[in-house]
């Protein structure tokens, strides 16, 4: 039986990935008592970044959203990897979105609610989280958006 946040997942018309394979010396999640942390997942999807480039500059706001959503998903799946089920999460607690930015590029919160609003979607009240939109000059692989996902599990 699926689980109801991967059930919703599916309604949204989306699909949990598989674990996205580290692109460098690291683990993908970390289970430490009841709190799973992610690494940074970028917006890889079926092996390709959705969009490379600074965000206000070759990547736009709405592209960068959706990178944001993109990123969400392959942290879940990242918190998948450990939990078996994400219907564990009890709790999304903390999120980072890193968003590399044109240097007169300041809206970096809206691109991050593209992966807050997600988890909104996908684990209702237990979604909301406290959060960081930090704008960066660069991601790996010149990605426009990298996130990271602290949740607690039961």
């Known amino acids: 039986m699926t689980s109801?946040?991967?059930?919703?997942?599916?309604?949204?018309?989306?699909?949990?990935?598989?674990?996205?394979?580290?692109?460098?010396?690291?683990v993908p999640a970390v289970r430490t008592g009841s709190y799973v942390y992610t690494a940074g997942q970028l917006p890889l999807r079926d092996g390709e970044l959705m969009h490379v480039g600074k965000v206000g500059a070759a990547v736009t706001l709405?592209?960068?959203?959706?990178?944001?959503r993109q990123c969400a998903l392959n942290a879940l799946a990242a918190v998948r990897s450990v939990t078996g089920d994400l219907s564990a999460?009890?709790?999304?607690?903390?999120?980072?979105g890193f968003?590399?930015?044109a240097s007169d590029f300041t809206a970096q919160p809206k691109v991050v609610n593209g992966a807050s609003d997600l988890l909104g979607e996908i684990f209702d009240d237990t979604g909301q989280h406290a959060r960081s939109a930090v704008?960066?000059?660069?991601?790996?692989?010149?990605?426009?958006?990298?996130?990271?996902?602290?949740?607690?599990?039961?």
């Open 89 to 96: 999460v009890t709790r999304v607690v903390k999120m980072v």
């Open 135 to 154: 704008g960066v000059a660069v991601l790996p692989l010149d990605a426009p958006v990298e996130v990271e996902l602290v949740v607690e599990v039961g």
């Open 62 to 68: 709405e592209q960068a959203h959706e990178c944001a």
């Open 4 to 26: 109801a946040p991967e059930s919703r997942i599916t309604e949204l018309g989306l699909t949990l990935p598989d674990v996205v394979a580290p692109v460098a010396s690291y």
């Open 99 to 101: 968003v590399a930015s």
